[in-house]
């Protein structure tokens, strides 16, 4: 036998030596879930570990992230219902929660990276990421509502501005509205490849943002399709996205590698709350070893080609890493 691929794999030096792949800190992203108050922290009973914080507590929770090296993060407001309706004006009210929350974020931590999620589900009455009449979503009068809601956050100081609606032709709206608005350095990381996905439901427990009725398919992608994506991808690459983004991540390998083989631009993958779910649930009752679980879904994704993974492990990766 001439070839014989075990040779590779006999000792630990020898198999780092010929390591591929290495996850490294700086590949994370991740999301938090603010909510109003003081000194509040309540956990979203889906996603063990994950917690809707009041900002505060907030500020506290990315001092101990940025100790461990995790310098991005993408923030989430949990608004009382009361704080809703069918426009979402709350999404572009300067003085509201999550303005503030980037205003602080940015004053204490200068150096970090805020992304922002441009998206009218967490403000809607309705639950879903566009103006909904008769039962349909307005793509074009929902990109209004859009522009105001990212001037704002791009006004607080965010840095990435993250579209995660799936209207069409919001890229271009977006850039447009921030480079008028004096904004050019304010990058976009698109979720282009967005699909409708049952792993989201975590989330929208975290958030209270369920869809009051009806469902996403007619803005958010088909799980069967790949070349839609290409679709996607090509018209946010010419539309002035910075990043591209594919998400969910773990049933969607092939996708972050379609678009990492045919876009120049850095791919991020978005490990949503039901893969953090499903690792997590697993772990509590001793059917999967979850930190080797969680740094083999995180690996596969970055093997995939997602040079960005936005993931709720963040902070207990970077402790292992
Ligand atoms: C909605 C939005 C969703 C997520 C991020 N932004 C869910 C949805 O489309 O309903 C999901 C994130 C996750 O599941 O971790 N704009």
Known sequence: MLRRPRRNRQSAVIRDMVQETRLSVTDFILPLFIMEGKNVRSEVSSMPGIHRLSLDLMLEEIQECVDLGVQTFDLFPNLPESKKDKYATESYNPDGLYPQAIRAIKDRFPDVVVMTDVAMDPYSSDGHDGIVENGKILNDATLEVLGKMALTQAQAGAN??????????????????????????VA??????????????????????????????????????????????????????????????????????????????????????????????????????????????????????????????????ARLL
């Open 160 to 185: 990435i501005i993250g579209p995660s609606d799936m209207m069409d032709g919001r890229v271009g709206y977006l850039r447009q509205v921030l480079d008028e608005g004096g904004f050019n350095e």
């Open 188 to 317: 976009i990381m698109s979720y282009s490849a967005k699909y409708a996905s049952a792993f989201y439901g975590p989330f929208r427990d975290a958030l209270d943002s369920a869809p009051k009725f009806g469902d996403k398919k007619t803005y958010q992608m088909n799980p069967a399709n790949s070349r839609e994506a290409i679709i996607e991808a090509q018209l946010d690459f010419e539309e002035g996205a910075d990043f591209l983004m594919v998400k969910p991540a773990l049933a969607y390998l092939d996708i972050i590698k379609l678009l990492n083989d045919n876009f120049h631009l850095p791919i991020a993958a978005y490990n949503v709350s039901g893969e953090y779910a499903m690792i997590k649930a697993a772990a509590q009752r001793g059917w999967l070893d979850g930190e080797r679980a969680m740094m083999e879904a995180l690996m596969a994704i970055k093997r995939a080609g997602a040079t960005v993974i936005l993931t709720y492990f963040a902070k207990e990766a």
